[in-house]
């Protein structure tokens, strides 16, 4: 790659017909990326925001409708089996048969890029030894739980060894302890070289797991950059008082403080953004007492990714999910 990024994409734009006189839906907005190689990168986003269908045009699914996209040094929409050589692709909902054993599904995929039997078993073993599937290997994927047929498909998609692995959602429906299972796998395939595109709606996720982090929305990236770059854009601290109804009231009394850096509202919550939040609580209660304004609540917290999104958007991306 010489130092280029692994990915790279301008204007990326995709449309899809709508239904009845809704006349053409945009998916992707006109999406510009840059993913450096042996990295973690995440797409955070609620459902429908675009991350599914940029990552199929990135996996060679789906052509763009405009603009250009170049995966591991190859354009995607003119050199698709150059792409397709050097990635995985790992589906939202897996890719293996209940009826097939793990061990067979990994061979089969060694078979379809070109390895022989011979071969195709000696590397479904070792997958099946990294991913501590080896006793289940020769059970039908029917008997496996969901957190073994999760890791058994990201074996599948890294049986040729591919530079790029493209994971949808790898950890949705999975339990906490299957996740956690789940995030060590993902951190031991960078630490082998393999870069991680991944797509998630998962704040958590993004924060614990991504070295770098895209936020889209409606097909549009908002804020891009590590999940400690985007919470330090917010800066300081942020107060959130119950209103009782008098929301307006007190955002511009706020508004007029110099403690307070921004001061808005949302779902009948304020929300002030300040310096240092354990100075600032008393100094708000003091005024909303003094103006007759009590709050039914009000909580102090540091800046989460949800925060940088709801500042992003204006919305939680944690209400969006629910």
Known sequence: MNGQPIIETVGLRRTFKGRGKAGEVEAVAGVDLQ???????????????????????LATLLPPTAG???????????????VRERIGYVAQSGGSYRSSTGRDELIIQGRLFGMSKAVAAVRAQEILEALDLAEAGDRTCGTYSGGMRRRLNIGIGMVHRPALLFLDEPTTGLDPQAR?????????LRETGTTVFLTTHYLEEADALCDDLAIIDHGRIVAEGSPDELKREIAGDIVTIGANGHSDKIVELMRAQSFVREASMEDGLVRLYVDRGEEAVPQVLRLLDGSGLAPSTMNLHRPSLDDVFLKKTGRSLRESAA
């Open 35 to 57: 993913v450096q190689a042996g990295r973690i990168f995440g797409f955070l986003g609620p459902n429908g925001a675009g991350k599914t269908t940029t990552l199929r045009i």
């Open 68 to 82: 250009t996209a170049r995966v591991v040094g190859f354009d995607v929409a003119k050199n698709p089996d150059r």
């Open 180 to 188: 956690a299972r789940m995030w060590e796998e993902i951190r031991r």
